[in-house]
């Protein structure tokens, strides 16, 4: 009998805390077994997203997420391999991908019945051979930066318009740059946080500039990358970095309001407000800001992901990831990830099919 392990949620960070490793646990669990209606599967590997730091307070701030349990296994989006059923609807062999899929190498899920859990079965070939895939641009991320920028951005094709992105060189924002400019817009600016971020950019993602917030002097290089002002923002942090762009944008500007990873260990609601002289320029402006939350638009899923399949094929969306290797890893890569360690998207490897 294989051995089983997962990552618990030892204890909570605090609502104001940067989370530590120490706040995770990953230890030997006992290996499932299944019955009629459940299926065994093997984890493959794992997604690492900022949203789930507000899952880790008690409070979340959402009204659609949900806090972990102590002492239970995190979960979030994953992806695994069926290598034992007891259910007529599914096959060992088949490779599945679930948004609460638990951090842990051998797990269970009830299929069937009222309490069964939401499993997708990965029919496309592209992707049995890059599972992780499914997790990033044929996942949420790109679901995310398609949906948000055709449904929230306003992008019209000619206008010549400047879009401004921040966490740039994330698994979402990589992606709305790259997606912004194949629908037509002129001038792609990028926030991050480090030289090589900038330059991967600008030399593989082909943003027009790329600014360093933690060396350069953002609300200067706005004014130098954005002479006509800015008609979009694809917000991913808020705090500071947003103020700066708000101020430097249009009459009749959009904010797409996708993430505030800068405000995830405070205590402060999602989305947060703005400070009141941010929110006056706002008013002034007619900025529209809201809360774009991908789930909303379900049904636009299946068309988006083949547009999304379409462009990452021809070559026209390229696609990165960083990835850590082995369970017991995802504690720290979690952690790395909200200090803004990874380029594109984060994943745990945990195993191979």
């Given at each position: 009998?294989?051995?089983?392990?997962?990552?618990?949620?030892?204890?909570?960070?605090?609502?104001?805390?940067?989370?530590?490793?120490?706040?995770?646990?990953?230890?030997?669990?006992?290996?499932?077994?299944?019955?009629?209606?459940?299926?065994?599967?093997?984890?493959?590997?794992?997604?690492?997203?900022?949203?789930?730091?507000?899952?880790?307070?008690?409070?979340?701030?959402?009204?659609?997420?949900?806090?972990?349990?102590?002492?239970?296994?995190?979960?979030?989006?994953?992806?695994?391999?069926?290598?034992?059923?007891?259910?007529?609807?599914?096959?060992?062999?088949?490779?599945?991908?679930?948004?609460?899929?638990?951090?842990?190498e051998?797990?269970?899920?009830?299929?069937?019945?009222?309490?069964?859990?939401?499993?997708?079965?990965?029919?496309?070939?592209?992707?049995?051979?890059?599972?992780?895939?499914?997790?990033?641009?044929?996942?949420?991320?790109?679901?995310t930066?398609?949906?948000?920028?055709?449904?929230?951005?306003?992008v019209?094709?000619?206008?010549?318009?400047?879009?401004?992105?921040s966490?740039?060189?994330?698994?979402?924002?990589?992606?709305?740059?790259?997606?912004?400019?194949?629908?037509?817009?002129?001038?792609?600016?990028?926030?991050?946080?480090?030289?090589?971020?900038c330059?991967?950019?600008?030399?593989?993602?082909?943003?027009?500039?790329?600014?360093?917030?933690?060396?350069?002097?953002?609300?200067?290089?706005?004014?130098?990358?954005c002479?006509?002002?800015?008609?979009?923002?694809?917000?991913?942090?808020?705090?500071?970095?947003?103020?700066?762009?708000?101020?430097?944008?249009?009459?009749?500007?959009?904010?797409?309001?996708?993430?505030?990873?800068?405000?995830?260990?405070?205590?402060?609601?999602?989305?947060?407000?703005?400070?009141?002289?941010?929110?006056?320029?706002?008013?002034?402006?007619?900025?529209?800001?809201?809360?774009?939350?991908?789930?909303n638009?379900?049904d636009?899923f299946?068309?988006?992901?083949?547009?999304l399949?379409?462009?990452?094929?021809?070559?026209?969306?390229?696609?990165?990831?960083?990835?850590?290797?082995?369970?017991?890893?995802?504690?720290?890569?979690?952690?790395?990830?909200?200090?803004?360690?990874?380029?594109?998207?984060?994943?745990?490897?945990?195993?191979?099919?």
């Open positions: 009998m294989a051995q089983n392990h997962c990552v618990v949620l030892d204890h909570r960070p605090g609502e104001d805390n940067v989370t530590s490793v120490q706040c995770f646990q990953f230890k030997e669990c006992p290996m499932p077994t299944i019955e009629d209606g459940q299926i065994l599967v093997k984890t493959l590997c794992l997604s690492v997203d900022p949203y789930m730091r507000n899952r880790l307070n008690q409070q979340t701030g959402t009204d659609y997420m949900s806090p972990l349990k102590l002492d239970s296994p995190i979960d979030g989006g994953g992806v695994g391999v069926i290598v034992e059923s007891k259910s007529r609807h599914f096959c060992k062999g088949e490779i599945l991908e679930s948004f609460h899929w638990p951090w842990q051998y797990a269970k899920y009830e299929v069937e019945g009222f309490n069964s859990l939401i499993v997708n079965k990965v029919e496309s070939e592209l992707v049995k051979n890059h599972v992780s895939l499914i997790l990033g641009v044929l996942g949420i991320p790109g679901l930066a398609l949906l948000g920028i055709s449904e929230m951005g306003h019209v094709e000619g206008a010549n318009q400047t879009i401004v992105v966490g740039a060189a994330g698994a979402c924002g990589s992606l709305a740059g790259q997606i912004v400019r194949l629908k037509g817009c002129t001038n792609v600016v990028g926030i991050c946080g480090t030289a090589d971020k330059n991967f950019l600008k030399e593989e993602l082909n943003f027009d500039n790329a600014i360093n917030y933690k060396e350069d002097d953002v609300d200067a290089k706005l004014e130098e990358f002479p006509n002002g800015i008609d979009v923002y694809f917000d991913n942090v808020g705090g500071n970095i947003s103020n700066s762009v708000i101020r430097k944008m249009n009459k009749d500007s959009h904010i797409i309001l996708c993430g505030q990873i800068s405000m995830y260990n405070t205590s402060q609601p999602y989305p947060p407000p703005l400070d009141e002289e941010t929110e006056q320029i706002r008013e002034a402006q007619n900025i529209t800001r809201e809360r774009f939350l991908v789930l638009y379900y636009l299946p068309k988006t992901l083949a547009e399949k379409e462009l990452y094929q021809e070559g026209k969306l390229k696609y990165q990831e960083t990835v850590s290797e082995g369970l017991e890893s995802a504690p720290e890569a979690f952690v790395s990830m909200m200090a803004g360690g990874n380029i594109g998207k984060q994943i745990v490897h945990v195993a191979d099919p």
